[in-house]
């Protein structure tokens, strides 16, 4: 497109946003993929007024979603590709995850200082959704690769923009992994630009599948060796790659989690197992052994421990959030679900999805996923001080509760159970306990400073019992 017929082009544009923002008719407007982007958008409520895209990722979240995001081998490829073309023209590239969230920019110093008024920069959310017709939002939304030029932008202050943006398609799921974007300043980058980044966005997915081959391939010579091969053999998402000469299950199965059973075609029952990095479905002749009991320590001021079979592992502050999670929603939560039982409606899916990676390399399949849950049986001391307020003897109570759930979590979920358990604790001990199970209570983190159970304590017990004297002296300091 000649500068001139920009020109009009843009004159058109300028006419037709002001008739679509203030719901007027207009007789010439833009072409139709930016008319559904700015139907889309005014639906999604985007204000054409707005400053700059939303901040979702703090410098913190960031680094672990792009240590996890299946997009980071490819940065190197990505950056040779169009970085120096976007640094010397005086533009920037910007690869975003499957949402339209930032993750790497780089480019022209002087075009990302410019960029960073209006959120194009790392961690900020440019889906559609958020801040209406762009070039990566609209490339995501349509699956396609896209340049939308100035005016084409609903929101105005991004009509001094062009972005040439394409999608990165995973070869083997056929789900969007991110968004490759070369964007600048509207003189100056060329609509042609997009051929440029679809290209790269198709060689992407070429490394992609090449790696996915890579895998298959060693995944294959794995299993050749395996002196007898009871199974059929599935990559980590599913597809079928040996032990299914007649095609039975198809190129791809639904994976069930890992130790349960599924019914096969044929009628045969098998189950899932772990092999090297993908699965095997095995026929199950025999019922498999029981899965290893998960044990969850997570009361006190101690550090927070799982221990699967006899291996005991420290927990992280969020790896013990999220476990006790589980065990509180058996039937299993979504990573969105998990996100705002930690966070609130701050939370991050992704965030919750790189946490779990790691979570699950270190118990080894305790965690099945969609949605996330518990595969072994699980026993956890939150849940055996619920149980025995149901009836169990005030001493053994006292005895069993060490202190509150987690006392460092902010989750709002956690803060409930929390609270929940310490008040039924508290009251049962007050109401039933014993001057000796009142004192252990007093040596929890809260049990300690609680005015009313001292001074049950200290009226009690003998006034020579150094018990009684401790909780004496406990309320000179408090009072």
């Given at each position: 497109m000649s500068y001139?017929?920009?020109?009009?082009?843009?004159?058109?544009?300028?006419?037709?946003?002001?008739?679509?923002?203030?719901?007027?008719?207009?007789?010439?407007?833009?072409?139709?993929?930016?008319?559904?982007?700015?139907?889309?958008?005014?639906?999604?409520?985007?204000?054409?007024?707005?400053?700059?895209?939303?901040?979702?990722?703090?410098?913190?979240?960031?680094?672990?979603?792009?240590?996890?995001?299946?997009?980071?081998?490819?940065?190197?490829?990505?950056?040779?590709?169009?970085?120096?073309?976007?640094?010397?023209?005086?533009?920037?590239?910007?690869?975003?995850?499957?949402?339209?969230?930032?993750?790497?920019?780089?480019?022209?110093?002087?075009?990302?200082?410019?960029?960073?008024?209006?959120?194009?920069?790392?961690?900020?959310?440019?889906?559609?959704?958020?801040?209406?017709?762009?070039?990566?939002?609209?490339?995501?939304?349509a699956r396609r690769p896209v340049h939308v030029y100035s005016e084409e932008h609903l929101m105005r202050v991004l009509h001094v923009w062009s972005c040439s943006a394409a999608p990165i398609v995973d070869p083997d799921t056929d789900q969007v992994l991110g968004c490759v974007d070369v964007s600048g300043t509207a003189p100056s980058l060329h609509p042609a630009t997009v051929a440029l980044v679809a290209a790269t966005a198709r060689l992407a997915e070429t490394q992609l599948a090449l790696r996915m081959y890579e895998r298959d391939e060693l995944l294959r010579r794995r299993y050749e060796a395996l002196r007898s091969r009871p199974g059929v053999l599935l990559s980590a998402t599913g597809r079928v790659l040996a032990g299914d000469p007649c095609g039975a299950l198809g190129r791809r199965i639904q994976l069930p989690g890992t130790g349960e059973r599924m019914i096969l075609p044929d009628g045969r029952v098998a189950q899932l197992e772990p092999f090297s990095d993908g699965f095997l479905l095995r026929a199950s002749i025999s019922p498999a052994a029981p899965p290893a009991t998960l044990r969850l320590t997570l009361l006190g001021e101690g550090m927070p421990t799982a221990t699967v079979g006899d291996r005991q592992i420290q927990l992280s502050l969020r790896h013990a959030e999220i476990l006790a999670l589980l065990a509180l929603h058996p039937r299993g939560l979504t990573a969105e679900q998990l996100s705002f039982h930690l966070y609130g409606d701050d939370g991050n899916p992704v965030t919750i999805r790189a946490e779990i990676h790691r979570l699950r390399s270190q118990l080894d399949g305790t965690i099945g996923a969609k949605p996330y849950h518990l595969n072994s049986p699980t026993e956890a001391d939150f849940l055996e001080i619920r149980r025995l307020l149901s009836g169990a003897t005030p001493d053994t109570l006292a005895r069993a509760y060490t202190g509150p759930l987690l006392p460092r979590s902010e989750s709002p979920e956690i803060r409930r159970e929390r609270d929940e358990l310490e008040v039924q604790v508290r009251s049962c001990l007050l109401r039933r306990g014993s001057p000796d199970e009142l004192w252990t209570y007093a040596q929890t983190t809260n049990g300690r400073d609680d005015p009313l159970v001292l001074e049950r304590i200290a009226s009690t017990l003998a006034p020579t019992d150094h018990r009684a004297a401790a909780a004496r002296a406990r309320l000179t300091t408090l009072l």
């Open positions: 001139a017929h920009l020109d009009a082009y843009s004159r058109t544009l300028r006419g037709a946003h002001e008739a679509a923002v203030t719901g007027e008719a207009w007789p010439a407007g833009p072409r139709r993929l930016i008319t559904a982007s700015w139907r889309r958008s005014m639906e999604a409520g985007i204000d054409p007024e707005g400053r700059a895209a939303p901040l979702v990722y703090d410098q913190t979240d960031i680094n672990d979603v792009r240590q996890a995001h299946p997009l980071l081998p490819m940065l190197p490829m990505l950056a040779q590709t169009l970085t120096q073309m976007a640094d010397e023209s005086a533009h920037i590239m910007i690869v975003t995850d499957a949402a339209g969230r930032i993750l790497w920019r780089d480019g022209n110093l002087g075009t990302m200082r410019i960029a960073d008024q209006v959120g194009l920069a790392d961690g900020h959310h440019w889906a559609e959704g958020s801040v209406g017709t762009n070039g990566i939002g609209t490339a995501l939304a």
